[in-house]
């Protein structure tokens, strides 16, 4: 997987760069040009991949901070200061979730599937990586303790977003992580079982 060069570093430096390139956004860039950067290939750097974060743990040594502009995106919403409106969510949020590793970063926050609009889409993104997500997690994610994981149990957007859309949320856990798409499918089971539309057709 393909990502920016500036999610990859110490916690503190990652947070600096994520925060100016948030201020872009804010001055009217589009989300992809406020985080356009070199892309590298995730398999050529050390440390963990983090999806949730920032935990003091991680702070020493160099990790991927795939979350990092997503939360500081998030934190600027609904700081008390709320440097960014709220509206900014659904802008960055489908620009984001046309990327792999858009996808990724926002896995690990629920926020960003709480408008109801957000939660096919999300659903469905996840659907289409998610191939490619199960491959990189040999290499290791991390919710911050050094423990990695596959990428299922840090999914809290994708758990908010499946037991929104009608799924038990016994469910959501009965699948080993490689069965995604059998979730979705199940998903879709449900629904129809209780009279419930199929997703929406993309546009």
């Known amino acids: 997987m393909l990502v920016p060069r500036f999610v990859h570093g ?3 430096d990652v947070k600096k760069e994520s925060v100016r390139r948030i201020r872009l956004f804010k001055k009217g860039a589009t989300w992809a040009d406020a985080m356009a950067d070199d892309l590298v290939d995730l398999s050529m750097l050390p440390g963990a991949l983090v999806l949730e974060g920032p935990y003091a743990k991680l702070g020493s040594e160099p990790h991927t901070h795939l979350y990092s502009p997503f939360h500081w995106a998030d934190h ?17 949020f489908f620009e ?7 996808v990724l970063g926002m896995v690990g926050n629920s926020n960003w599937v709480i408008p ?18 199960t491959e990189l997690s040999e290499g ?18 994708a758990y908010y977003a499946f037991c929104d859309l009608g799924l038990p949320k ?3 856990y009965a699948y080993p992580p490689e069965s ?10 449900v629904r129809a079982a209780q009279g419930l539309p199929p997703p929406p057709e993309e546009g």
């Open 10 to 12: 110490l916690t503190r």
């Open 76 to 92: 600027a919403m609904w700081e008390h200061k709320r440097t960014l409106p709220l509206t900014a969510l659904s802008q960055i």
């Open 96 to 102: 984001a979730v046309k990327t792999r590793w858009g």
């Open 116 to 133: 109801e609009s957000h939660r096919w889409p999300f659903i469905r993104a996840v659907v289409r990586e998610w191939g490619d997500l």
């Open 140 to 157: 290791g994610f991390t919710g911050g303790a050094k423990k990695v994981w596959p990428p299922w149990p840090l999914s809290a957007a």
């Open 170 to 172: 016994e469910d959501f």
């Open 180 to 189: 995604f798409h059998a979730l979705y499918r199940r998903l879709l089971e």
